[in-house]
């Protein structure tokens, strides 16, 4: 099946620093879902992203969905540490095949 | 109020044993799904079902099998097959196939 890639596999941040994942896919996606896990937790869902180029902010996250739509990012501005857990992007190359990318686990020294 | 209940929290199975996790939804969601996610891992899609009584193989079916008898109840199995079971299990449905998924809380199978 078509993967999805994601990096880095880990981060380590201060408190205060800004933190950055990234997906990317070799051919186009459909839509891209953003996704938290907290440690000993279930994923959440955070975003979805649809449109060419679509950028979404919720308070200090912000969304981007590239121009090809074959990569997303995921940057957090000024950590904190309830950031803390792992963030999954989960990439649509169509209505019936999605895949999660790896995670991205970041941890945040206080 | 609306949900996904995954049971039970810890199950553990012997060896040659067949062992079926419950996962059960009340958001009236058409699909749901099945994920493995083994330490430090991603999540790996075993089984998924858009419909009742219509489910399909996901990345890593082998040793596993399920039923949609019901839109609200996607079961397990975990089969003597599957050789290496030890891992936290995942259920997650969603309106329909591309929408956000709404997540159980998961099965951690360890193997006596």
């Known amino acids: 099946g078509q993967q999805v890639m994601q990096i880095p596999q880990y981060q380590h941040v201060q408190e205060g620093e800004d933190f950055t994942t990234y997906c990317n896919s070799s051919?186009?996606?459909?839509?891209i879902q953003w996704y938290k896990q907290r440690p000993g937790g279930h994923p959440v869902f955070l975003i979805q992203?649809?449109?060419?180029?679509e950028v979404k902010k919720q308070k200090r996250l912000t969304f981007q969905f590239g121009e090809a739509k074959k990569n997303s990012s995921l940057h957090i501005t000024a950590t904190q540490t309830t950031d803390v857990g792992t963030y999954f992007c989960?990439?649509?190359?169509?209505?019936?095949?999605?895949?999660f990318g790896a995670g991205t686990r970041l941890t945040v020294k206080p | 109020d609306g949900g996904i209940t995954q049971s039970p929290k810890y199950l553990f199975r012997k060896e040659g044993q067949n062992v079926t996790l419950s996962c059960e939804q009340n958001?009236?969601?058409?699909?749901m799904y099945w994920y493995r996610q083994d330490p430090g891992q991603g999540l790996r899609l075993i089984y998924y079902?858009?419909?009742?009584?219509?489910?399909q193989k996901g990345d890593i079916a082998e040793g596993y099998s399920v039923s949609r008898e019901k839109k609200e109840s996607f079961p397990l199995t975990v089969t003597s097959a599957q050789k290496n079971p030890t891992a936290f299990y995942l259920c997650?449905?969603?309106?329909?196939?591309?929408?956000?998924?709404?997540f159980g809380d998961g099965t951690r199978l360890s193997i006596l």
């Open positions: 997650a449905s969603s309106i329909y196939g591309n929408q956000p998924q709404h």
């Open positions: 051919t186009t996606l459909s839509n």
């Open positions: 992203l649809v449109k060419s180029g």
């Open positions: 989960a990439g649509f190359h169509n209505n019936n095949d999605m895949r």
């Open positions: 958001l009236n969601h058409d699909a």
């Open positions: 079902s858009q419909i009742v009584n219509d489910f």
